[in-house]
């Protein structure tokens, strides 16, 4: 059973192509076997929760709380890691902003 902060390895399919490549994900919460995620990306001029190498994550990163996506269990890959509860706060605190909006 998968739980809020984990990075996680995923197959994802992109919504514009049939592609499906492996991306890293924060999971927000697994339920019967769907995980619900944000998406993870390298690129540092997008909008989001910064995370940082020395957190764990290969490369600096954002998570991208406007893309949040469904993936079945069986996608998951394996854990990288966990983020701390500053960090899991921060991106609770974040969501919150964005759906008060």
């Known amino acids: 059973m998968h739980k809020f ?3 996680i390895i995923a197959k994802v399919q992109f919504t514009d192509t049939f592609e499906v490549k492996r991306r ?3 999971i927000l919460f697994e339920e ?3 995980v619900i995620v ?3 990306t390298s690129n540092l001029k997008m909008k989001g929760v910064p995370l940082y190498k020395k ?3 290969f490369k600096d990163s954002i ?3 406007n893309y949040i996506f469904t993936i079945s269990e069986k996608m998951v890959e394996r854990v990288l890691f966990s983020i701390s509860k500053e960090k899991r706060d ?3 605190s974040e969501l919150i902003k964005k759906i008060n909006n």
Do not use: M, W, Y
């Open 24 to 26: 890293p994900a924060l």
């Open 32 to 34: 019967q076997g769907n």
């Open 55 to 57: 957190e764990g994550a």
């Open 63 to 65: 998570i991208k709380l």
């Open 90 to 92: 921060l991106v609770k």
């Open 38 to 40: 944000f998406g993870i």
């Open 5 to 7: 902060g984990e990075v």
